[in-house]
């Protein structure tokens, strides 16, 4: 999944709307901010088997640091707990930590039987939607336009950056999921993790989107929240 998690990110800002889209943007993804780097490390391991399901030709053959189900409650906590350290924010700790864990079981919706539950275990679940474009494009796609909905309701532009800026980083998250489904297999697996750590400007692009934009409940006359 991806622009799914992206979604939940932005519905999340009606949770707590003093939280930055970017630090949200960073719960929801954060595993797969944490995957890249552990590949490349040759800590965790993908394959390129096209056909290995219909949506995409990657074969997660080991990864239970980041997308095991004790792995990533690990990572929640810490994200939460970090979080909490730094802004002595408890409602939001608990959302962002949500998040993190939040993407483990939205993989498991889309995944085929390869997501571990415990690191050293070889048990091993999937519900796997990947096996249908069609059905994983409606999923996604839904789940994206919800969490659009809700940030645009729940924001407003502060001047033509937070507008522009949002749409446009709204449009090449499109294009990018696009991209991903119809383009060619990559070569290898360290082309992946070199694209997988670019998402961070993804996250840089919504501080930015963010700090442009006001919570609805700040008058247009208000300076508005930095965000977290």
């Known amino acids: 999944m991806f622009i799914g998690h992206f979604g939940v990110g932005l519905g999340a800002k009606k949770a707590d709307p003093k939280i930055s889209l970017g630090t949200l943007f960073m719960a929801a993804q954060f595993i797969d901010l944490l995957w890249p780097l552990f590949l490349l490390l040759g800590l965790e391991r993908v ?6 399901t219909a949506f995409t030709p990657l074969d997660f053959i080991y990864y239970p640091f980041t997308h095991s189900l004790l792995g990533v409650l690990f990572w929640a906590v810490l994200f939460g707990l970090v979080f909490f350290g730094i802004r002595k924010n408890g409602k939001g700790a608990l959302l962002l930590g ?10 498991l919706i889309v995944h085929r039987p390869d997501l571990p539950l415990l690191p050293w275990s070889s048990l091993k679940t999937g519900l796997g939607l990947w096996n249908s474009i069609a059905l994983t494009l409606l999923v996604e796609t839904l789940i994206f336009v919800a969490g659009v909905f809700l940030y645009v309701k729940v924001t407003r532009a502060k001047n033509r950056a937070g507008s522009l800026g949002l749409w446009g980083l709204l449009i ?5 999921y696009i991209m991903s489904i119809f383009g060619p297999p990559p070569e290898a697996a360290e082309p992946i ?6 998402q961070w400007l993804l996250v840089l692009w919504a501080y930015w989107v963010d700090r442009n934009r006001n919570p609805q409940y700040v008058s247009d006359s208000g300076k508005g929240s930095q965000g977290e």
């Not at 394959?47 to 290995?52: L, R, V």
């Not at 949500?98 to 993989?107: N, R």
């Not at 993790?193 to 670019?198: C, E, H, N, Q, W």
Request: no cysteine.
């Open 47 to 52: 394959e390129i088997d096209p056909g290995n």
């Open 98 to 107: 949500g998040l993190v864990l939040s993407h483990w079981f939205l993989d």
């Open 172 to 176: 090449f998250l499109v294009l990018v």
């Open 193 to 198: 993790a070199m694209v997988g750590l670019l």
